[in-house]
């Protein structure tokens, strides 16, 4: 079935560094990636949705400039936080969309990232 | 922009016992899904029921979807100590991005 590798699972970075995580369609293609946020004990929250070779579309109050998208390829979209600051802590999960909705639901998640910047 | 309200937002009960959790919607939906998600870990996919689906069973699972409402339940039956986790349900349109609920945090004693 649709798999979805994201990495790293777990980092840890100092404040006002960037950090990129990676996301990958392993057996399939997917023209389209999301990337969602989660802070503890709530729910995930769509950040950003990445097209393939366009830009990405940012949902209201997150900031573009502040989390970088590529989607260069079928198979691969990465997230990068600029300059993390410690409010930036949070566990980052991607999803990418099958794009011969073969799979039973179409959303293929990946493991999520939880970022700690101190 | 978070489009699913769930209820109740934490649930306590023994083993053996049925779970209910509640989940209400906002605009027009392509289909629903439920998810898992034990603590600090991903999201497993439960179930999908579509649009024109009113009830769907998977093993102990069941889910209604009740469109003229905007609503949909997910009872888990016979529940287990390893049921312990957060539920969310996610719903969309054609094409979009899941939109997820507040999530139900459950909690399973035995």
């Known amino acids: 079935g649709a798999v979805v590798s994201q990495h790293p699972s777990w980092v840890i970075c100092k404040s006002g560094t960037s950090v990129k995580i990676e996301c990958r369609s392993l057996d399939f293609q997917a023209t389209t990636m999301f990337w969602y946020r989660q802070f503890p004990k709530q729910s995930l929250m769509l950040m950003a949705t990445s097209n393939e070779g366009s830009k990405a579309t940012y949902e209201q109050g997150v900031e573009k400039d502040k989390f970088l998208i590529n989607h260069a390829s079928l198979t691969l979209s990465t997230l990068t936080v600029t300059s993390a600051h410690p409010e930036d802590s949070s566990f980052y999960i991607c999803?990418?969309?099958?794009?011969?909705?073969?799979?039973?639901?179409?959303?293929?998640f990946g493991s999520g990232t939880r970022l700690t910047v101190v | 922009s978070q489009q699913g309200e769930e209820d109740p937002q934490a649930l306590s009960i023994q083993e053996g016992e049925n779970a209910t959790m509640n989940c209400s919607y906002k605009?027009?939906?392509?289909?629903l899904q439920w998810y898992r998600q034990n603590s600090g870990r991903g999201l497993v996919h439960l179930i999908l029921?579509?649009?024109?689906?009113r009830e769907k069973h998977s093993g102990r699972l069941r889910v209604t979807l009740d469109t003229s409402k905007k609503s949909s339940s997910l009872l888990i039956t016979a529940s287990r100590a390893a049921d312990t986790a957060s539920y969310f349900c996610a719903s969309n349109q054609a094409g979009t991005a899941l939109i997820f609920g507040k999530g139900t945090t459950l909690s399973v004693s035995s």
């Open positions: 029921i579509r649009s024109n689906e």
């Open positions: 999803s990418a969309r099958d794009v011969e909705w073969q799979s039973n639901y179409g959303y293929t």
């Open positions: 605009t027009s939906i392509n289909n």
